[in-house]
């Protein structure tokens, strides 16, 4: 088993297991060590714990509860499997829902509503959309609880107190946002709990934290490569891109074209942005 940490922070870490466990070998027993709930992202293999057996494929949910004895077998084993998993404290499992028989569920079956989101958390871990690792581990658990329990949280038109407090938070992160900010950080600012800042802040302005943090970045990075004649790399680092390659994707997600291109069209290359953003002429 290869386990890779793909975030850690105080309230949730994120790790990316792969095991490539043949069918011959021994199983055996291992422990749950907290609140967890992983996506099984491809391969199959059988959860059992409690006397009871889950036979999980890609698209599966395991569900983890701290103390609690299980063991994988990999009698189907075919190319391996591997999982994306949410490791969360009490604290923020009371904040979401700490009933523990949901917490020992087990496992899912493969279900729409959990699929979306689990392929959403991958691309995620990947770099491949701007949604914050941790934010959708706290969406990915949420709609877990919905379903076990069977209910649905209704939106509710937020308070003008809790409004100023998404606005607040916004502007903050907004005047910091060259420096790392994370989850608990910016809740931590708002003076409320990871899960409920946000479900406030998306609720209120209509993005995650992340979201608007990553184009807050980017904005600030548009306005220096129109007026700014540093090299594109010092700019990603100065707005607050820990890594240039992740800087040109995301830029060139969001505008169309790379951040080299985005200049020369600043400096009257109109030509540039006009390819990506004037339909063709239908005759």
């Known amino acids: 088993m290869v386990a890779t ?32 709930i992983s996506y099984v992202r491809k391969g199959t293999f059988g959860y059992s714990l409690r006397g009871q057996t889950h036979e999980l494929v890609a698209g599966s949910v395991l569900v983890g509860h701290p103390g609690d004895e299980f063991m994988c077998t990999h009698d189907h084993h075919i190319c391996g499997d591997e999982c994306l998993a949410f ?4 604290e923020i499992v009371e904040t979401i829902d700490d009933k523990a028989d949901i ?24 770099g491949r959309n701007d949604i914050g690792l941790d934010e959708i581990g706290l969406i990915f658990a949420s709609r877990f609880v919905n379903i076990a329990t069977g209910h649905k949280r209704r939106t509710q038109s ?16 907004d005047a910091h946002s060259d420096t790392e900010i994370d989850l608990d950080s910016a809740a931590k600012e708002a003076g409320l709990s990871p899960f409920h800042f946000l479900r406030l802040f998306s609720n ?68 540039i942005l006009q390819e990506r953003l004037t339909p063709p002429f239908v005759r």
């Open 158 to 173: 937020a308070p003008a107190r809790d409004r100023r407090r998404a606005v607040e938070a916004a502007m903050w992160m």
């Open 204 to 271: 209120v302005l209509g993005v995650t934290p992340h979201q608007y943090l990553v184009r807050s970045r980017l904005r600030h990075a548009a306005r220096l490569l129109g007026q700014d004649t540093r090299p594109i790399t010092d700019i990603a680092f100065d707005v607050g891109f820990g890594d240039l390659s992740n800087f040109v994707r995301t830029f060139h997600r969001a505008a169309g074209v790379s951040p080299r291109a985005f200049r020369q069209a600043a400096k009257g290359d109109r030509k």
């Open 103 to 126: 917490w020992r569920l087990g496992g899912l079956p493969p279900l729409p509503e959990l699929m979306v989101i689990g392929e959403l958390a991958q691309g995620a871990a990947e």
């Open 87 to 90: 490791h969360m404290t009490p």
């Open 5 to 36: 940490i793909t975030l850690q922070q105080g309230s949730i870490c994120v790790i990316d297991y792969r095991c490539a466990t043949a069918p011959d070998e021994k199983p055996y027993t291992e422990l749950h060590g907290d609140h967890s």
